[in-house]
Nanobody
Framework: QVQLVESGGGLVQAGGSLRLSCTASGRTLSGYAMGWFRQGPGKEREFVSSISWNSAATLAADSVKGRFTISRDNAKNTVHLQMNSLKPEDTAVYYC?????????????????WGPGTQVTVSS
């Protein structure tokens, strides 16, 4: 069983940056692909970015390409999402997720473990 906890959310002005972190306990993350998803007010949960178990492959939604960067440190059992040039439409609860397979994936249904989420609010 993998327990995930997100941190680093908060309130930021448009154009600003935040760095989200996801820390795992219970098991090492080294064999898991990791993903970030978000759910805005009144919206469905959507894919943001994913990284393979060995960082060899990353995926990102078109809406965040060039602005968000996913990375991981298996030795520290953490995954990060660096978010730059934030926009009001990035406002959402951001979730970290892990999937048993090592390959990156955009499908939220392929992820097995989820954190409780962290709120990101971008003001205009």
């Amino acid at each position: 069983q993998v327990q995930l906890v997100e941190s680093g959310g908060g309130l930021v002005q448009a154009g600003g940056s935040l760095r989200l972190s996801c820390t795992a306990s219970g098991r090492t993350l080294s064999g898991y692909a990791m993903g970030w998803f978000r759910q805005g007010p009144g919206k469905e949960r959507e894919f943001v970015s994913s990284i393979s178990w060995n960082s060899a492959a990353t995926l990102a939604a078109d809406s965040v390409k060039g602005r968000f960067t996913i990375s991981r440190d298996n030795a520290k059992n953490t995954v990060h999402l660096q978010m730059n040039s934030l926009k009001p439409e990035d406002t959402a609860v951001y979730y970290c997720a892990a999937r048993n397979s090592g390959g990156a994936s955009t499908s939220l249904y392929s992820y097995n473990y989820w954190g409780p989420g962290t709120q990101v609010t971008v003001s205009s």
